[in-house]
């Protein structure tokens, strides 16, 4: 019977499974899943040999060493979103051509004298629904809000629309990588719990001592014997 951990597992495969663009996060997904599984078999498994003491504490080790590894996963993780967001961001200014022009400095005064920020906003939104427009956009994006008077959230957000309305693609697949990560996130925190569910430091080490107590006392019959 799979315990509730290999389950939600499975429901955060078959999510990412479905997720068309996930870049190189399929490798930190799938080494999640692998520690996640390979403990699961094991602790579900003992070897016949092994007394349920011994079973125990190859399975701590085990989960131990999964642990060791899950942080170092997610950054990577994390790192790879943050690349491939960025070749995404890229993509898009080469795009949409969304970089100053030589009238940059003009662009910024006609929104500045404008009398409200009601009134920029209006003119920006007006603009961004042509994609021909993308120079002026890149005049305001890099450019302090003391410059051309628009707050910084709102021409973000003027950002993300003109891009929407020009590139959805592109949009989708940082969409799609967003979720990606969200998912990857979700089953390093399956992991930690499965691991430390599997870690009772003061069982363990009882049990050890115990097995370091009867190793001593046949040392010391086999000495008595030669």
Do not use: C
């Not at 939600?8 to 799938?30: D, P, T, V, Y």
């Not at 996963?73 to 070749?87: D, K, M, P, V």
């Not at 629904?129 to 120079?135: A, E, L, Q, R």
């Amino acid at each position: 019977m799979r315990t509730p951990e290999q389950r939600a597992a499975q429901e955060l495969s078959e999510r990412f499974s479905k997720i068309e663009h996930r870049g190189n996060l399929g490798e930190s997904f799938s080494r999640l899943k692998s520690g996640i599984d390979g403990l699961s078999q094991m602790a579900a498994t003992r070897n016949p040999f092994d007394t349920p003491e011994g079973h125990r504490v190859k399975v701590g080790k085990q989960a131990q060493k999964l642990q060791q590894q899950l942080g170092k996963i997610l950054e990577t993780a994390r790192g790879e979103h943050l690349r491939q967001s960025g070749s995404l961001s890229g993509q898009a200014v080469e795009r949409l051509n969304l970089r100053p022009n030589r009238f940059e400095s003009e662009i910024r005064q006609v929104l500045l004298r404008m009398p409200t920020h009601a009134d920029r906003l209006q003119w920006l939104q007006e603009i961004s629904k042509d994609v021909s427009n993308g120079p002026v956009l890149g005049a305001l994006l890099e450019a302090p809000a003391a410059l051309h008077g628009i707050a910084p959230d709102a021409l973000r957000s003027i950002e993300r629309e003109f891009i929407q309305n020009n590139a959805p693609d592109l949009v989708q697949k940082q969409n799609d990588l967003d979720q990606a990560l969200e998912i990857v996130t979700a089953l390093y925190r399956t992991a930690e719990r499965i691991s430390a569910s599997h870690q009772d430091h003061a069982e363990l080490q009882r049990i050890e001592q115990d097995a370091a107590r009867a190793e001593a006392a046949a040392a010391e019959v086999q000495k008595a014997l030669a």
